[in-house]
């Protein structure tokens, strides 16, 4: 993630702010700009944006934002709709007009945005079912009750997430039972992403073959796999060539696990350079890092993006065990891993680039 500041007086910001802390001006992301911005009233309900050019663009402020204070996005005076890019692909379900999943709701949204501004910044399609009944995409939240059972997961272009992953007990309780290294509420939203796009810039290309040569081949008997990983558990060498544990059970969650991590190393990496950090090692062979703002644009070369990687992660894990934490990033990557990043990475390029 960039870092952001408010326009109005320079204070650093954060993604999340709804207002800056030392000049008090109203803040909201906005997508068409990719950046927060700091907003004055105008006339008629509209927020003002007046660029460091002196140009001023007008503004309504979501309305999950305005009214229910689960959104800190804005939505541009020229589009239509009520509703921010991320907050329009939620669909609305009896659950969120509950007061009881309130805080859940606010966040869901809030991991969603991040998954929805990295999407963005990759230049992966976007559209709502909405505008693309059979091609869009779209979330739905939904709590489980005695006649009904909610899994998460993705069907289709909707992605369903079980609201209870918003209690961090109950989330931690099954990360536990699980053996899960990480188990997040962006972390779902990045996964379940996975399958959405396995669909649409996979499943019908012509890099399916190549797709099989690396992952397997995704016709094998789904819940049937799922089952047998559920019972008897990861192949004792799963780390030799899957980047987790369930990544194993079968090629679509490989691949789903796969894409996560890379828009978990696509994210991180963008934060470390955009807040400048740089590694200069005295020892020589230690891992290097400059902030090389061309990682984060345009056609990037996989081997630069996985070795500024392996640079954060090194000095956010040493970080970590000198508060006394576990590592931040529990991962070793096998060379079979790596592949499959590569491979998700070659794909958001082709089609980033129309290839
Ligand atoms: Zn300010
Ligand atoms: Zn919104
Ligand atoms: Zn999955």
């Known amino acids: ?151 998460t997961g993705h069907a289709h272009g909707l992605i369903t997430i079980n609201i209870a992953e918003a209690d961090d007990a109950i989330r931690e309780h099954r990360r536990a039972n699980l053996h899960e290294a990480y188990r997040t509420l962006l972390g779902h939203f990045r996964h379940e992403s996975g399958h959405y796009y396995w669909d649409r810039l996979v499943s019908t290309s012509a890099r399916l073959d190549a797709f099989r040569a690396s992952f397997g081949d995704e016709r094998q008997d789904y819940p049937a796999s799922l089952q047998r990983h559920y019972e008897q558990g990861a ?46 090692p005295d020892h020589p062979g230690d891992p290097l890092l400059e902030p090389d703002p061309k990682l984060l644009r345009g056609r990037r070369r996989f081997e630069a993006v996985i070795d500024a990687w392996f640079a954060v992660t090194y000095v956010l894990n040493n970080l970590n065990r000198s508060l006394g934490q576990q590592d931040a990033y529990p991962f070793v990557l096998s060379a079979p891993a790596i592949d499959k990043l590569r491979f998700v990475h070659q794909v958001i390029q082709d089609h980033t680039s129309g290839a």
């Not at 239509?80 to 709701?105: I, M, V, Y």
């Not at 739905?140 to 009750?145: N, S, V």
């Not at 990544?247 to 963008?270: G, I, N, Q, R």
Request: one cysteine or more; proline letters at 4%.
């Open 235 to 280: 192949a004792a060498d799963w780390q030799a060539r899957f980047i987790s544990a369930y990544a194993s059970s079968h090629p679509w969650e490989d691949w789903a696990e796969t894409w996560a991590h890379y828009l978990h190393m696509v994210d991180v990496t963008e934060t470390a350079v955009s807040c400048g950090l740089t590694l200069r």
């Open 1 to 151: 993630m960039k870092t952001f500041h408010c326009n109005h007086c320079g204070q650093v910001v954060f993604f999340e702010s709804v207002n800056c802390v030392n000049c008090g001006r109203l803040l909201a992301y906005l997508p068409d700009r990719q950046s927060m911005g700091a907003l004055e009233p105008g006339d008629g309900g509209a927020w003002l944006y007046r660029s460091e050019h002196g140009s001023q663009s007008s503004y309504r402020l979501c309305v999950n934002y305005s009214r229910h204070n689960v959104c800190n996005w804005a939505v541009p005076a020229g589009e239509n709709g009520e509703a921010c890019l991320s907050c329009r692909l939620t669909q609305p379900t009896p659950e969120l007009s509950e007061e009881t999943h309130r805080q859940a709701w606010f966040r869901l949204e809030t991991a969603k945005r991040r998954l929805v501004y990295t999407l963005q910044q990759l230049s992966l399609p976007l559209q709502s079912k909405a505008e693309q009944a059979e091609r869009g995409l779209a979330f739905e939240f939904r709590a489980e009750a005695p006649s009904q059972s909610v899994l």
